[in-house]
């Protein structure tokens, strides 16, 4: 399906919500809080930030799932060296079973790529709102593979699974591109972080959380970022 006519609403209204949106997040908890601190540790921190993000999700009780689906994703903004090396740190306090157990974990296979392609356009199309065509443009114009891989294996299997909801989902990628000081891809996703369903507060609060373990350069060009964003 080709997204150059319809439009975001005629996609959203076909495909449905996608699958993991939830109710609006107005502030953060402790759980969320600890949660986007291990996003921000595992872009841009050592192991041993890691152990200590890990930790800190241990003892606000961070539902399992959400970490889980953390790592998970984390490949996508972080990079597949970095998502393993949190992974195997999480393995040694993480009971895999127990988790793979949850029926919101959900096992799913590459015979689901028509599903992945849906859920991808309609997520996609919630993150991006009236910038989604022309995003979508803007990317196949890169090269029309990178379009393929970030509807189907970015939003579509990676961010539309069930366990961890959109809004706490764009979140986790505010922190993880303020540590990777990657300005292009948080501009965008401090407005997908609205998009999604997260309050203003709460993208001030993870700023606020993430302020002790990015560079403080990262905390500031971010805040400025930030600024601009609300001001519009």
Known sequence: MTLSGPGVANVLQKMGNPLNASEPLVSLDPQTTALVRLAARITGGSELD??????????????????????????????????????????????????????????????????????????????????????????????????????????????SRKGLDLPRRELCIVAACVAAQQDRQLHSHLHGALNAGASRAAVDATLAAIRDVVPEGAIVSASLLWNRVKSK
């Not at 988790?99 to 028509?114: H, I, L, N, W």
């Open 50 to 159: 890691v152990r200590s993000g890990l930790a800190e999700c241990g003892a606000v009780a961070v539902p399992d799932l959400w970490v889980e689906e953390l790592i998970l994703q984390s490949y996508l903004f972080a990079g597949f060296p970095r998502a393993l090396n949190a992974a195997r740190e999480w393995r040694r306090v993480g009971d895999l079973a127990r988790v793979t157990r949850d029926p919101e974990a959900g096992a799913e296979s590459y015979a689901d790529v028509d599903d992945w392609r849906a859920r991808g356009e309609a997520t996609c199309a919630m993150v991006y709102g009236e910038m989604y065509e022309k995003l979508r443009g803007n990317i196949r114009r890169l090269h029309p593979e990178f379009d393929q891989w970030m509807i189907v294996e970015g939003y579509g299997k990676v961010l």
